[in-house]
């Protein structure tokens, strides 16, 4: 009989340290949220390299929801802890309770933890615009220096969804973070809200990079219902061929101009002109292959997982969090509207030259919404190709988002 109940009690043990005891409903509605942004990664392959690794972050915090937790402090009485440790001198915070002395030792975080430090203290973001400098090709924005009005136009929705959050209740610093969303620029959004919202990162960044992701699904209707058949089929010349100098005093000037004007935005800004100089330089070669292929991939592994990481079911399946989703959705199609409708003013100014398909690429989720604009183009006519036209206002709102982040950071931080 005493064996059986031995055996009743360690099943009853195994039953209790497993999951199925730990995990509430939330945690159950995320892991299946996550198993679909797996699949839109894996089958539909809509940004893999960032999607697959939020989502897997996603599912692992959720199936295990103490891997993510901070550092605590636990207090023991000094006496004793001196004891244990040959009577050495602690340098640890003390607190005095009842006239008994305790330091406070800290109790270490998991691995994904130390990971989001990264993203915490805003180092992931500027390494990640530096791989992106460096395959970056500001030629065509060179070429057609219009394209930096669309870029332009494109970052109004952050302005717009930042005052209607304001309106909701939300505070001004969380309502720039929430904004920032309509930049379509995951990095940026990363950044900004870091330093703004921290306590906002997960809905936000999850948001940002899905929003990113599903740029082929989001941008077409809206194009089309602002647009007409004749101005979708527009063909737009050939740009004129850019220098190498041009390419390399381009970074340069943009840096300048923007750390003066614009402090905030510098380590953004700054960290992708000098990405687009070790490319456009020639000189070292080694160092840009670097940034842009092993160092982007390491940092996107570390940035795409811990922010999945951060979105645990009790935190994010609240009518708060939702509302900043649906915010952040409203953002981003007012981002691409505006661009699109900037387009359709700059056709009428051209006298039909230019096709306002191109407007919606004003986004920085390059290079997917200048491959949107493109195709959109080509439904209605199969000779027209837009992509180059289209990665003009792509890179600029690259740029643009940059910099727009660096208002909010300026106005708000």
């Known amino acids: 009989m005493a064996v059986f109940n031995g055996f009743l009690e360690a099943i009853k043990g195994l039953w209790q340290d497993s999951g199925f005891t730990q995990l509430g409903w939330q945690n159950y509605v995320m892991m299946g949220i996550a198993c679909v942004l ?5 089958k539909k392959q809509y940004e893999p390299l960032l999607l697959l690794p939020i989502a897997f972050g996603m599912l692992l915090v959720n199936l295990y929801p103490a891997i993510m937790a901070p550092p605590s402090t636990e207090m023991i009485e000094c006496s004793v802890y001196e004891a244990a440790h040959q009577g050495q001198v602690i340098n640890y915070a003390t607190t005095t309770l009842n006239g008994v002395q305790y330091y406070n ?3 270490y975080g998991g691995l994904l933890y130390y990971l989001y430090q990264g993203v915490k203290l805003g180092i992931y973001p500027p390494l990640i ?24 136009a494109a970052q109004i929705g952050i302005f717009i969804t930042f005052i209607g959050a304001i309106l909701l209740g939300f505070t001004p610093a969380q309502s720039g973070a929430i904004g920032i969303i309509g930049g379509a620029d995951g990095p940026t959004a990363i950044y900004v809200t870091s330093k703004l919202a921290p306590e906002l990162l997960g809905p936000i960044a999850v948001a940002a990079y899905s929003y990113m992701a599903l740029v082929p699904i989001i941008q077409p209707p809206i194009m089309k219902v602002l647009t007409t058949k004749k101005e979708r089929s527009v063909v737009m010349g ?56 092993e160092l982007m991939n390491i940092i996107t592994i570390f940035l795409g997982t811990t ?18 989703i649906a915010l952040g959705l409203l953002a981003f199609c007012m981002g691409t509207a505006c661009g699109v409708l900037f387009g359709k003013l700059m056709y009428k100014f051209s006298g039909g030259k230019i096709n306002p398909l191109i407007g919606s690429a004003g986004v920085s989720a390059v290079p997917m919404a200048a491959r949107v604009s493109n195709k959109v183009g080509q439904e209605e006519n199969p000779g027209n190709f837009l992509l180059m036209h289209a990665m003009g206002p792509n890179v600029a709102g690259v740029i643009g988002s940059a910099v727009a982040a660096g208002v909010l950071l300026s106005i708000l931080g």
């Open 129 to 152: 615009f530096l791989g992106i400098g460096c395959m970056t090709d500001f030629g065509p924005l060179i070429a057609s220096p219009k394209s930096f009005i669309l870029g332009a």
């Open 38 to 42: 797996l699949y839109l990664a894996i």
């Open 307 to 324: 922010v999945g990481a951060t979105a645990t079911g009790t935190v994010f399946l609240t009518p708060k969090t939702l509302g900043i």
């Open 105 to 107: 030792v800290p109790q």
């Open 238 to 293: 050939q740009l004129r061929p850019v220098s190498k100098l041009e390419k390399i005093i381009f970074p340069i000037i943009v840096v300048i101009i923007v750390a003066i004007a614009l402090p905030s935005a510098a380590p953004l800004v700054g960290m992708l002109m000098l990405g687009n100089l070790f490319k456009e330089s020639g000189v070292v070669e080694r160092i840009s292959k670097t940034a842009q292929n």
